[in-house]
């Protein structure tokens, strides 16, 4: 798997973010060598696991410039590093409970010269200001994770979806939803075809 099928999905990337996604797999491919931030067998999937993954949130939400976005236990850097690429007038934060995770996101970042990422080594509950959207994968229950971010969103509106939580899930979540009426699933397969995306969603949430 090469980069080749960003290009297919996001067809107006400049040279700068191609040349940027390009370098992700050697970076991470160095970084797991120190730190075991991705599981060696993912890592032979890394284009379709993690930065195809990451940028599904994309296909249902698009990001206007100068919004703010938190991605909340971010690990790696998934789902944000890939979106902090794709939308660079975008100012991602990304945070993680684990400073050692923090450590190799932040000098990805800092290697792919990505201005508009900061990144913390802290608990989401604890980060300041509010967000256009907060993003994240898979990393816990929604009736867990609702009450740590569900202060951080912003007031002003700058997207016609109402600010509030994209989420990267999958499996049955009809049980997990059900105190979340509100909430909207969207399928990732519809977009990719890629048979691990099969019960991959995006799960948004208006807050």
Do not use: C
């Amino acid at each position: 798997m090469t980069t080749a099928l960003i290009h297919q999905q996001f067809p107006d990337l400049t040279q700068r973010q191609k040349d940027q996604f390009e370098q992700l797999f050697e970076l991470y491919d160095f970084w797991n060598q120190q730190i075991n931030v991705i599981s060696r067998a993912d890592m032979e999937h890394f284009y379709m696991r993690h930065l195809i993954h990451s940028l599904g949130i994309a296909k249902i939400q698009s990001f206007a410039p100068r919004s703010k976005i938190l991605d909340v236990g971010t690990g790696g850097g998934f789902p944000g590093i890939p979106l902090a690429i794709l939308f660079p007038d975008v100012q991602f934060t990304l945070v993680d409970s684990i400073g050692k995770k923090i450590k190799v996101v932040k000098a990805v970042a800092e290697a792919l010269e990505l201005s508009n990422v900061t990144t913390f080594h802290q608990r989401a509950e604890t980060v300041n200001g509010t967000f256009d959207f907060v993003i994240s994968r898979a990393v816990t229950r929604m009736e867990r994770f609702v009450p740590w971010v569900k202060h951080k969103i912003s007031s002003r509106q700058l997207h016609k979806r109402a600010n509030g939580i994209l989420y990267l899930k999958g499996g049955d979540l009809s049980e997990e939803l059900l105190a979340f009426p509100k909430a909207e699933t969207f399928a990732l397969s519809q977009y990719f075809a890629d048979p691990f995306f099969e019960t991959k969603m995006v799960v948004y949430l208006p807050l």
